[in-house]
């Protein structure tokens, strides 16, 4: 990494991930990291072109030990240093592909019959008249669990009616 834009735009791409990645075998505490990483985006703000032999080989050294960090030796065993900026954008592009989920396009209802149940049903049970069998099922489960005369004792007159109404909208 010679240039000093492209550096630049590494390490503001790694500098989020920097605190939020957190491993067990973390051997240096990640405010090492962090302070490193400000320190080298400050000295590459005054750098144009190619970098200075100096800076280079410090962002060099840096990128190589929080890939030790991140990465197992397993990984790869003896990487350059085109394998360690190799690893690190191929890590980044994951990593913010889970930071940002991609928004799903819902041009179908989902699957599956719908309840066909009457609208005042359906209302009294919080749902739109065109809901599906699954969700009429699950929510008509609730509010019997919710009204049922024999699980709630203590039920007001009018409790009582809605339940009884509820059960006659039902039968038909």
Same mark, same amino acid.
């Given at each position: 990494?010679?240039?000093?834009?492209?550096?630049?735009?590494?390490?503001?791409?790694?500098?989020?991930?920097?605190?939020?990645?957190?491993?067990?075998?973390?051997?240096?505490?990640?405010?090492?990291?962090?302070?490193?990483?400000?320190?080298?985006?400050?000295?590459?703000?005054?750098?144009?072109?190619?970098?200075?032999?100096?800076?280079?080989?410090?962002?060099?050294?840096?990128?190589?030990?929080?890939?030790?960090?991140? +990465?197992?030796?397993?990984?790869?065993?003896?990487?350059?240093?085109?394998?360690?900026?190799?690893?690190?954008?191929?890590?980044?592009?994951?990593?913010?592909?889970?930071?940002?989920?991609?928004?799903?396009?819902?041009?179908?209802?989902?699957?599956?019959?719908?309840?066909?149940?009457?609208?005042?049903?359906?209302?009294?049970?919080?749902?739109?008249?065109?809901?599906?069998?699954?969700? +009429?099922?699950?929510?008509?489960?609730?509010?019997?669990?919710?009204?049922?005369?024999?699980?709630?004792?203590?039920?007001?007159?009018?409790?009582?009616?809605?339940?009884?109404?509820?059960?006659?909208?039902?039968?038909?």
């Amino acid at each position: 990494m010679q240039n000093a834009a492209t550096a630049r735009a590494l390490l503001r791409r790694l500098r989020p991930w920097v605190g939020k990645v957190v491993h067990l075998r973390w051997k240096i505490q990640r405010s090492f990291y962090q302070n490193e990483i400000e320190v080298l985006l400050l000295a590459l703000r005054a750098e144009h072109g190619r970098l200075s032999p100096k800076l280079r080989l410090r962002v060099e050294g840096f990128l190589g030990r929080l890939h030790r960090e991140w +990465f197992p030796y397993t990984w790869r065993p003896d990487p350059t240093y085109a394998h360690i900026v190799a690893d690190l954008r191929w890590w980044l592009e994951i990593a913010e592909r889970w930071h940002h989920p991609q928004p799903t396009l819902r041009l179908h209802r989902r699957s599956g019959p719908l309840a066909e149940q009457p609208e005042e049903l359906c209302q009294m049970l919080g749902l739109s008249p065109d809901c599906m069998a699954s969700e +009429f099922a699950a929510n008509w489960r609730g509010f019997l669990k919710r009204n049922h005369p024999d699980l709630n004792p203590d039920q007001t007159p009018e409790e009582r009616r809605r339940f009884a109404r509820a059960l006659a909208l039902w039968r038909h």
